[in-house]
């Protein structure tokens, strides 16, 4: 059971460059989330999906836009990368909601983010 | 923002003692939970506590949750070198608008020496 797996661990950008976060879960779950950790801020949302086919936005979605196609993937994407960009990337999935108290969240390994 | 703040921000004991971290929060919940980071690490969840619920008790843990005075607290007993990592507390938002959002706390620092 790989839980949530988050490619790739690492990566270097310059500034301008755009790429994609990848995120995968195989357990099924509904809920799907992004957070930035930055020193000293905590976690931080970014966008998150209750659904396939539904996205909302988080705390800090400026600069980022996902999309959720299918029930297991939920890609970030970074369309002009910028170093305030740089950063830990957590993707996380729950059965549901976080208002549910059955819905804890199952977290990623995390992608190290540097943007020169 | 409806993010959580835990206290201390860094807490240093030795192996045997007791740590006790707490968080505080601005909105209504419906839960709160807390989570923890090894270095490096992605986050791994500890407990929950619903809204209705004051106590609750897990292994080594035992979290309170006042919703009064919108706190809680991590009590870890008998702390290990292993224990040490960081620990967040996380409230969802009882509010329509912003129901599928978790907010996370900037975290305790724990550090057990052996």
């Known amino acids: 059971n790989a839980g949530v797996t988050q490619t790739p661990k690492f990566q270097v950008l310059k500034t301008g460059q755009s790429m994609t976060l990848q995120c995968a879960q195989d357990?099924?779950?509904?809920?799907m989330s992004w957070y930035r950790q930055d020193p000293g801020m905590g976690l931080r949302l970014i966008h998150y999906?209750?659904?396939?086919?539904?996205?909302d936005q988080g705390e800090v979605p400026n600069g980022y836009n996902v999309s959720r196609s299918t029930t297991e993937d939920f890609p970030l994407r970074l369309l002009s990368a910028a170093p305030s960009q740089t950063s830990v990337y957590f993707c996380?999935?729950?059965?549901?909601?976080?208002?549910?108290?059955?819905?804890?969240?199952?977290f990623g390994a995390g992608t190290r983010l540097s943007v020169l | 923002s409806q993010q959580g703040e835990e206290d201390p921000q860094a807490l240093s004991i030795q192996e045997g003692e007791n740590a006790t971290m707490n968080c505080s929060y601005k909105?209504?919940?419906?839960?709160l939970q807390w989570y923890r980071q090894n270095s490096g690490r992605g986050l791994v969840h500890l407990i929950l506590?619903?809204?209705?619920?004051r106590e609750k008790h897990s292994g080594r843990l035992r979290v309170t949750l006042d919703t009064s005075k919108k706190s809680s607290s991590l009590l870890i007993t008998a702390s290990r070198a292993a224990d040490t990592a960081s620990y967040f507390c996380?409230?969802?938002?009882?509010?329509?608008?912003?129901?599928?959002?978790?907010?996370f706390g900037r975290g305790t620092q724990l550090t057990v020496w052996p």
């Open positions: 996380a999935s729950s059965y549901g909601v976080p208002s549910l108290a059955k819905n804890i969240q199952y």
């Open positions: 357990m099924n779950h509904e809920y």
């Open positions: 999906s209750v659904g396939a086919g539904i996205t």
């Open positions: 909105t209504s919940i419906n839960n």
């Open positions: 506590i619903r809204s209705n619920e």
């Open positions: 996380a409230t969802d938002a009882n509010r329509g608008s912003t129901l599928g959002r978790l907010y």
